[in-house]
């Protein structure tokens, strides 16, 4: 699996062949020490001086970085298959070695902080649904009233919980149809490069 890279981060990425290799290990270090405690700006600006450029290059030499190890240690890719990713790039060969030796050491780390930044959130189990229909009542003698009444089972921090929910069947056509559309327009452009960034 080939990682997807933007126009914009290949353009972050494209100052790390102006630097020397020393430069490209040290911000492999900021980028997971970045992940580790947050965003420092005076790393940035003390790097800026030291190579002569901006400090707004240097952050988004860095960010390119983070993203390139997230994503990849994030899916878990061969090295195979990063070396071909950054092979896309068009670095030298020694650069690439950087960078896959780069991704080989921290990529467990990187994913446990990950795992530890990830919202706890409750995850699906099962679904009990039925669907009741009141057909009269003393007032109606002819009435068609449908409820579906759907029981939700979840899972978190390996405790189970249940929410009951009740609606008519409009209204739950109605929220399947959202639904689907909220998954159509995940697969946008758009949406996957504001996901991308969010990440």
């Not at 390119?64 to 092979?87: A, H, P």
């Not at 189970?160 to 409009?170: C, G, K």
């Not at 739950?172 to 327009?185: D, F, W």
Request: charged share 25%; glycine share 4%.
């Amino acid at each position: 699996m080939l990682l997807d890279l933007s126009e914009e981060h290949k353009e972050h990425l494209a100052f790390l062949p102006k630097v020397d290799s020393a430069v490209v290990a040290e911000f492999g270090r900021i980028a997971v020490e970045f992940l580790r405690r947050g965003s420092n700006p005076k790393i940035y600006e003390g790097a800026a001086r030291k190579l002569s450029v901006s400090s707004d290059t240097v952050q988004h030499g860095v960010e390119g970085l983070i993203y390139l190890l997230t994503e990849s240690s994030k899916l878990m890719i061969s090295e195979l298959d990063f070396q071909d990713s950054v092979f896309i790039l068009g670095f030298p060969e020694e650069l690439n070695k950087l960078l896959l030796q780069l991704y080989l050491d921290n990529r467990k780390e990187i994913r446990t902080i990950l795992s530890e930044l990830a919202p706890d959130l409750p995850s699906y189990h099962s679904l009990e649904w039925r669907l009741d229909v009141q057909l009269a009542s003393r007032s109606l003698r002819q009435q068609i009233k449908p409820s579906v009444t759907l029981k939700l089972h979840l899972n978190q921090n390996g405790d189970h919980n249940t929410q009951v929910l009740q609606t008519d069947p409009a209204t739950l056509l109605h929220l399947v149809q959202q639904l689907e559309q909220a998954l159509e327009e995940m697969k946008t452009n758009h949406c996957r490069r504001v996901v991308r960034n969010i990440k």
